[in-house]
């Protein structure tokens, strides 16, 4: 694994980003318990959140308060933490470093997929969300779909709120790969 896939996806979503506007902000979106709002910080934070990982081997604690990037350029503190994320995972040694995430040390060869996988996937909620297209690099999100077939652990399914993904949703094969992933994860296509 490398640090190409993490790039795409964050590509990905900085293109649905840039065509978010604030009116949206309080509408709802597939992750039932947040808002559009919410999942800009989300992913805003994500890339931080990953950076920090990657650089360190331990992920961040959470701060007393989230920070809401809405008020200020969010895209641009989008793109900043994503190259910051991608180049501490092309760093000598990453993707054989153990890396101290809330779920367990994985090496970097795999967290840097789970960082992708949540990256391209809320780029996809986004999308949903703000009502553009869901068909987001198929390439992309038939690599990732499969990688998550093979790996993703039924552990992390649930309720909304209590865990990251809930309950595989049956989508048509004939649907976009981007589709076939979100309803992989739980989400409503």
Not at 112 to 117: D, K, L, S
Not at 148 to 159: E, L
Request: with cysteine.
């Amino acid at each position: 694994m490398s640090a190409d896939r993490l790039e795409r996806a964050f590509a990905s979503t900085a293109a649905v980003l840039a065509k978010v506007n604030a009116e949206q902000f309080d509408d709802p979106t597939p992750c039932a318990s947040w808002r559009v709002r919410d999942l800009i910080n989300h992913v805003v934070g994500g890339t931080t959140f990953f950076a920090v990982t990657a650089e360190t081997g331990t992920s961040p604690g959470r701060g007393s308060q989230p920070t809401d990037f809405t008020v200020g350029d969010y895209r641009a503190s989008y793109q900043q933490g994503a190259q910051r994320a991608v180049t501490a995972f092309r760093a000598e040694g990453a993707m054989d470093a153990l890396m101290s995430v809330p779920f367990g040390q994985l090496p970097g060869s795999v967290f840097v997929n789970i960082a992708a996988t949540d990256a391209f996937v809320h780029g996809w909620d986004l999308a949903k969300a703000t009502g553009q297209s869901t068909d987001l690099d198929p390439e992309l999100a038939g690599q990732l779909l499969a990688s998550a077939q093979r790996s993703f652990p039924d552990t992390m399914r649930g309720d909304d709120g209590k865990a990251p993904f809930g309950a595989p949703v049956e989508v048509a094969e004939s649907a976009a790969a981007a589709d076939r992933l979100a309803g992989f994860l739980g989400r409503q296509p």
